[in-house]
């Protein structure tokens, strides 16, 4: 992964949103979610929503290396034409289920694309959300937090990586503020792919899943 992240050049302000998220992408991608870069359109496939979407070379470089990139685009990476901006597009990145960057958005897209698939009896596919714990103080994630929780959507797992970026923070840590609220909760090394990956498998039928990862 190293010379694919090196590939890419251009302004970025948010190096330390990209690393701090690179292990949990990678062992998503490997190891977790059922996407094909050959089948982007297909009902059945897993859904991943990166939210945290400032800073997103980690997540070219992951999806380059899995085939939904074309690595040499890295090179152009913030470029003027390029696909890949700072802040991913989903018409313009295969594999990005929305476009992301505005704090706040991307876990209660996710509650209402796992309700959704859940209305058309589509109960295999995971809808995964990737979070930053700065962005959790945003008042639209607590009410998903809420919501997700008192209607069993156990087909939806939210990672948040934290690295300590939040101003205020919860009693407790924030995997107690998603367990109050009846979801499953995991907080893990998240530069540990072997605890992020067990983390991650540990969905529940009757329950949302929160992994936190800590770096």
């Known amino acids: 992964m190293g010379p694919l992240m ?26 977790i979610l059922a996407v094909d870069p050959h089948r982007l359109d297909d009902p059945d496939r897993d859904r991943f929503l990166l939210s945290k979407g400032h800073g997103p070379m980690a997540y070219y470089a992951v999806l380059a290396a899995k085939g939904f990139v074309d690595p040499d685009e890295l090179h152009r990476f913030a470029e003027f034409d390029s696909p890949l901006g700072h802040h991913p597009d989903r018409v313009l990145v295969p594999g990005a289920e929305i476009g992301s960057g505005s704090l706040g958005h991307g876990l209660p897209l996710a509650v209402g694309t796992a309700l959704g698939l859940r209305a058309q009896g589509r109960n295999r596919p995971r809808v995964v959300v990737l979070v930053g714990d700065a962005e959790l103080e945003e008042g639209s994630n607590h009410e998903a937090i809420a919501v997700a929780g008192r209607l069993e959507v156990d087909r939806l797992t939210a990672v948040v990586v934290d690295n300590a970026s939040s101003t205020h923070g919860w009693p407790g840590g924030i995997g107690e503020r998603f367990a109050r609220e009846g979801w499953e909760q995991h907080t893990v090394d998240g530069r540990d792919h072997e605890a992020l990956r067990r983390a991650l498998a540990d969905t529940r039928p009757d329950r949302p899943l929160a992994v936190i990862a800590r770096v």
């Open 6 to 31: 090196t590939a890419m050049t251009g302004d970025e302000k948010h190096n330390a949103a990209a690393t701090s998220a690179l292990d949990v992408l990678w062992v998503l991608y490997d190891q």
